[in-house]
Structures are given as C-alpha cells and as structure tokens.
C-alpha cells in the first residue's frame, strides 16, 4: 500500500513523502517536523488510523495540525463518519486512483489555507 501511494503521490508531484509502518511511527515524525497532510490507513500494526487520529487531534493545535486523510479498504456505511468522528479531515476508500487523490490534497490545501488564516 505504501508503494502505491508513493507512486500515486510522485505523479502528482511529491517527489519525497515520509513513510511510516504503524501509527506510533507516524506520531513520532509529526513530534519531530511538520507535515501538511498526512495520509493514514485506518488497519495499522501497533496504532490504528483512528487512534492515531484521535491522539493528533488531542495533542495539536488546530493551526499546527495536519489534514489527515483516511486511506481504507473499508467502504462499508458508517466507515466514513467513524473516521471523521476520530477527527480525520478527509475519507478515501482503496483502491485509491490519482485523481482522487489529487482531489483529497486540493481539498487539503483549501482547508489548511483557511484553518491557518492564510
């Protein structure tokens, strides 16, 4: 799944995205840079996507904190309000194509422009 994300955002021009195995990696690169948009699979190893959510919800401001797109298998009804109630932005069910993608991170731009007053 990593790698076709990654294939997906290089078309798109994001020549170099961090990577992470489990959401506890994740939240570890969000303490050490930021990012503008993070990408999460709901079925992570360690963290789930929705506790991850949570837990950047919890610990971020709202003008520090990234637009966070879930990225999931799950298409069934409910699947999508669970991960906005978790605080993620964004839901995108696999297979994921670049445009849709590319539709999620212009969305990603629109919100953090406003959300930080820009």
Known sequence: NQVVVSLLLERL???DPAMA???LEALDALKARDFDVVLLDVQMPRLDGLETARRIVAT???DRRPYVVALTAQALPGDREQCLA??????LAKP???A?????L??????????RGA
Do not use: K
Not at 86 to 91: L, P, S, T
Not at 100 to 104: N, S, T, Y
């Open 96 to 98: 994921v194509g670049v």
């Open 86 to 91: 978790a605080g993620m932005d964004d839901y």
């Open 60 to 62: 971020m401001p709202l």
């Open 21 to 23: 195995s489990d959401g």
């Open 106 to 115: 212009e969305r990603a731009r629109a919100a953090l422009t406003a959300r």
């Open 13 to 15: 021009g994001h020549l």
């Open 100 to 104: 849709v993608l590319g539709a999620a």
